[in-house]
């Protein structure tokens, strides 16, 4: 195994350096963060006396091939996350201590688009990853020296497989095993790895590189587990939560660097072109600003976070200036991202004075759109809303679960159905200026009864139109208090527990579940809506499956959701590249410009129009302290 085997510096010097060193071309000691430069100065005389011999290109040769060389570090992705922000982060980190970086994405093949999915499910089959491809994924890894896997705990068993497979055609190789499932699991990665990451990555990884080039021993980093050659398990402890002037010193994540490469069966590791992420992400780039949840909702793996530092309940985030450069220097280089997509957990949970500066410096500097992913109801307030609005933002995200007080409770969701219902309430007054909002829902819950199906049903009947869901069935993660609440379950024999796919993709062609995208999609008359109520059971009462009906229920939804997307020309979130050919003969800028109807504070136009609606008129605030003192911040 290649666990504890200390890589010092000489063993990543190149073979050019190494010919030069002997011959006496001195040089000074490069820093512990760079690779020996490697450049021959013409203007030297040993190398000017050196043209006409046979050693200069003996030398010149061995350059060439330190260049071709296989990456010292593979950073290698498993799973259809190629938006990840965290692995671009620890990538371009790692490179300045092993410039020889690399990412490897492995993609398992879940990352249609759910109306290719249900459509062209059998005919994409081919497309996913399958045991058969492993050992071409393992040869790409043959001769790298330290390799870090990153998965979720849905690829943790796909993880596991290519693990074993790199171990059998490159056995000296060092295996870190970091993301979410090694902090959710982190006795079950040891298994199979030699080094687990058990925490925040980012600084534990730079340190963990560090001591390893310099040929220290590196097996008391914090937010690490190390297994010895002899089985020996030596479990650290967590470092400190990143500060955010901490966060301030991380170099950008490097979007669509040629440093990427991705699986392709047949080809093995090619760069990743720019179809291949339109595929995954359309015109968008995804990012974080904010780290961070004060909530803890039973099913989401943040918990495991809390866990480890109830200080993760805090908001932190780098400064303005970090977010804004980095957002410009992606777009520099990719001038077709359209939209800037916020994957926070709770970045509307920012007090008033930051969301107003941010505002007005994206919208100078900036100038796109942008989406927020993470909306908590609880901090949906119309300041808030109308300075994001005025900014450029022109979608946003909001987790509204279950219309169950009861269900919410089971989770620890920190709100109530009259929460809910007057969120979205104060979201639809603004419709006129942003795509219509997308509300995540979960269905297939075990212990729902059927008075709670009512209850969710009704909530969705009653909200202001339009908007989209996005319906996940309850997924079980490791480490989370869900687990704990479904085991105690499952040891009372609650019927439907054993039922739950660790693919919340996976919807049950229930009564209730065709009900819920039908009336997403057209509100049904009273008559027919009260029918759908009494006909919706719960899922552990194993109901009467209706899979055709589900079927052409989600097959309307989408269809009326792509509609919407269509008229607001937006394909920035969307996969494929007809978005790019749209934005590449001009029409989608065309369409923001001198069609869609923008939102500005203090806009005569918006004031009238609020005054007409009997809403609050829009603060234009004269500096932030004024804004620091507005209600709601």
């Known amino acids: 195994m290649g666990a504890f085997r200390v890589p010092g510096r000489c063993m990543f010097r190149s073979t050019g350096q190494t010919l030069l060193d002997c011959m006496g071309f001195v040089r000074n000691e490069p820093s512990s963060h760079s690779l020996p430069d490697t450049t021959l100065d013409p203007s030297d005389p040993l190398v000017s006396s050196l043209r006409t011999s046979e050693t200069l290109p003996m030398i010149q040769s061995a350059l060439d091939a330190t260049q071709a060389k296989p990456p010292r570090f593979a950073l290698v992705l498993v799973g259809d996350y190629i938006a990840v922000y965290g692995m671009r982060k620890l990538t371009t980190s790692a490179q300045r201590i092993i410039p020889e970086t690399r990412a490897f994405y492995v993609s398992t093949g879940g990352r249609l688009h759910s109306i290719k999915n249900i459509l062209f499910s059998k005919k ?25 896997f990153s998965s979720m705990t849905i690829d943790s068993d796909w993880t596991k497989k290519l693990i074993a497979e790199v171990r059998k055609v490159n056995p000296n190789a060092t295996i870190i095993w970091g993301g979410m499932h090694s902090i959710v699991r982190p006795e079950d990665a040891i298994e199979h790895a030699d080094i687990v990451c058990t925490g925040e990555g980012d600084l534990a990884l730079d340190e963990l590189l560090t001591k390893m080039e310099a040929g220290e021993d590196y097996t008391d980093v914090e937010n690490f587990w190390f297994r010895k050659a002899d089985g020996e398990i030596v479990r ?4 400190a939560l990143m500060k955010p002037e901490e966060m301030e010193l991380r170099p950008h994540p490097a979007y669509a660097d040629e440093s990427e490469t991705i699986f392709e069966r047949g080809k093995g590791f090619v760069p990743i072109s720019l179809g291949t992420y339109l595929d995954f992400n359309g015109l968008s780039y995804h990012t974080l600003w904010t780290q961070g949840c004060p909530y803890r909702c039973t099913y989401c793996g943040n918990t495991a976070f809390l866990a480890i530092d109830k200080k993760y309940a805090s908001i932190r985030q780098p400064s303005i200036d970090y977010i804004i450069d980095e957002v410009k220097q992606a777009v520099a280089k990719h001038p077709h991202i359209n939209t800037v997509v916020f994957d926070d957990d709770c970045m509307a949970a920012l ?15 900036v100038g796109i759109p942008f989406f927020v992913a993470g909306i908590i109801p609880s901090y949906v307030k119309r300041e808030k809303l109308e300075i994001l609005l005025d900014a450029g933002m022109n979608r946003l995200r909001m987790g509204i679960q279950s219309g169950s007080n009861r269900m919410l409770k089971f989770f620890k969701r920190p709100n109530k159905p009259g929460l809910l219902l007057n969120a979205a309430s104060v979201i639809g007054d603004y419709r006129k200026y942003m795509i219509p909002p997308a509300y995540d829902m979960i269905v297939d819950i075990p212990v729902e009864e059927q008075e709670d199906l009512q209850q969710t049903l009704q909530l969705i009947y009653d909200m202001p139109r339009p908007f989209t869901l996005n319906v996940f069935s309850l997924r079980n993660i490791p480490g989370t208090v869900l687990e704990d609440q479904l085991q105690k379950l499952k040891d009372e024999n609650h019927p439907g527990v054993d039922d739950i ?16 995208f039908l009336i997403a999609t057209i509100r049904p008359p009273k008559r027919v809506f009260k029918w759908m109520l009494a006909n919706a059971h719960p899922s552990h009462e194993k109901p009467k499956l209706y899979p055709f009906l589900l079927w052409a229920a989600r097959m309307m939804f989408f269809t009326k959701r792509g509609l919407n997307d269509l008229r ?30 923008h939102f500005h504070l203090g806009d005569d136009n918006i004031i009238a129009e609020k005054e007409e609606m009997n809403l609050p008129v829009p603060h234009t605030y004269s500096s932030l302290a004024d804004a620091g003192s507005a209600k709601g911040s």
């Open 236 to 239: 650290n402890g967590h470092r």
């Open 568 to 597: 607001f020309m937006d394909f920035s979130v969307l996969p494929g590249k007809f978005g790019y050919f749209m934005w590449k003969i001009g029409f989608i800028r065309f369409w923001q410009k001198h069609f869609c109807r």
């Open 501 to 516: 796919d660790m693919n919340y993709h996976t919807i049950s062609p229930t009564m209730a579940n065709v009900c819920l």
């Open 351 to 365: 007090p008033l004075p930051i969301l107003k500066e941010f505002g007005q410096r994206w919208k100078k500097e």
């Open 124 to 148: 994409n089959q081919k497309s996913h990853l399958c045991d058969a491809d492993l050992p071409e994924v393992a040869a790409g890894l043959k001769d790298v020296e330290l390799i870090g």
